[in-house]
C-alpha cells in the first residue's frame, strides 16, 4: 500500500519491512536557508530520526514536524508517527525531508552566530593555562617569545637601512646610471631624486629613464618628487642604480629621413 501523495499527512506503509539498509536524504528547514545531504538508517523510529535531524537543523525534536518530498519534489506525505520506521514510509534516495519547526523560533535564529554567548576568559587567568597557544608558543620560543630572533632581526634591519642609506649617499643628483632591477631588463636612467618618500619606507632613488620604460611622470600618490615626461619615471632601491658614464641609449630616429 502506498503513502497518498499530496501535502495531507500520510501512514506508513503497511506491511513494510522494517528496512535494514539505509538511504541518502536532502534536508531542508523552515528554519535554515541550506540544504544538507546525509544517510540515514531505514531502521530508524521517527522518533529517533527526528533527534538525529535535531543536530542538522537546530530545532527541537519534539517540535519538528517532517514532511517526505520524492526526488523529483513530488510531496509524499508526512513522516507523522513517531513509532514507525523510517523505512515503512516510501523514502529513497535523493528524496527531501523537509522539518517544520513548531517550537516558535525566528527564521535564520540558529545561523546568526552574534547571538551565540561567547566565553570570555581573564588575561590572568589565560596566562596560566598550560595548554594554550601562547604557552605552546613560550615553551618553543617562536614568534614574539623568540627574545634571540627578535634582536637579530632588529639588528639586520638596522644594519641594511644603514647600508641603504650609505648607497643613497654616493648618488649624486643628475648622475648617469645603469638600473638593474631583478626580473626586468638592464635601463639607463639619469638620477632626479635621492631620498624617503611618503609611499614606502626606506631610501629610494627616481630615476628619469631614457626611453618611456617607467610608470610615472615624478609624481606619486599626489606627491611631485621630480619631473619628467610621463611613463619615463620611476622609483627603485639604492641597491638597483650603478652610477657611471652610461651615455643616453641611441634610438636612431636622427638617423632616419
Given amino acids: 500500500m502506498r503513502a497518498a501523495a ?9 506491511g513494510a519491512g522494517s528496512g535494514s539498509g ?5 534536508v531542508t528547514s523552515s528554519l535554515n536557508a541550506f540544504r544538507t545531504h546525509k544517510r540515514y538508517g531505514t531502521g530508524l523510529t521517527i522518533a529517533e530520526f527526528k533527534c538525529k535531524l535535531e543536530l ?8 519538528m514536524d517532517l514532511e517526505l518530498y520524492s526526488a523529483e519534489e513530488e510531496p509524499l506525505g508526512r513522516l507523522d508517527c513517531d513509532e514507525a520506521l ?3 514510509y516510501p523514502v529513497a534516495d535523493g528524496c527531501r525531508v523537509h522539518v517544520i519547526d513548531r517550537s516558535g523560533a525566528r527564521i535564520g535564529e540558529y545561523e546568526d552566530v552574534s547571538q551565540v554567548e561567547k ?19 613560550r615553551q618553543r620560543r617562536w614568534g614574539r617569545y623568540d ?13 641594511r637601512r644603514a647600508q641603504e642609506a650609505a648607497l643613497a649617499a654616493a648618488l649624486p643628483l643628475g648622475a648617469r646610471c645603469q638600473v638593474r632591477v631583478p626580473g626586468q631588463p638592464c635601463k639607463r636612467a639619469t638620477v632626479m631624486y635621492v631620498g624617503q618618500t611618503d609611499f614606502k619606507p626606506g631610501y629610494w632613488v627616481g630615476v628619469r629613464y631614457d626611453e618611456p620604460l617607467g610608470k610615472h611622470d615624478g609624481s606619486v600618490g599626489g606627491r611631485r618628487y621630480f619631473e619628467c615626461q610621463p611613463k619615463y619615471g620611476a622609483f627603485v632601491k639604492p641597491q638597483s642604480v650603478t652610477p657611471g658614464d652610461f651615455p643616453e641609449e641611441d634610438d636612431g630616429l636622427e638617423d632616419e629621413l
Fill in 6 to 14: 499530496g501535502p495531507g499527512p500520510a501512514g506508513p506503509l503497511l
Fill in 56 to 63: 542538522v537543523v537546530g530545532s527541537p525534536a519534539s517540535c
Fill in 22 to 26: 539505509s538511504v541518502a536524504l536532502a
Fill in 147 to 159: 627574545a634571540e630572533g627578535t634582536r637579530r632581526r632588529a639588528a639586520e634591519e638596522q644594519q
Fill in 119 to 137: 566565553y570570555e576568559m581573564a588575561e590572568s587567568d589565560y596566562e596560566k593555562r598550560p595548554e594554550s597557544l601562547r604557552s605552546f608558543l
Fill in 86 to 88: 523510517l523505512g515503512s
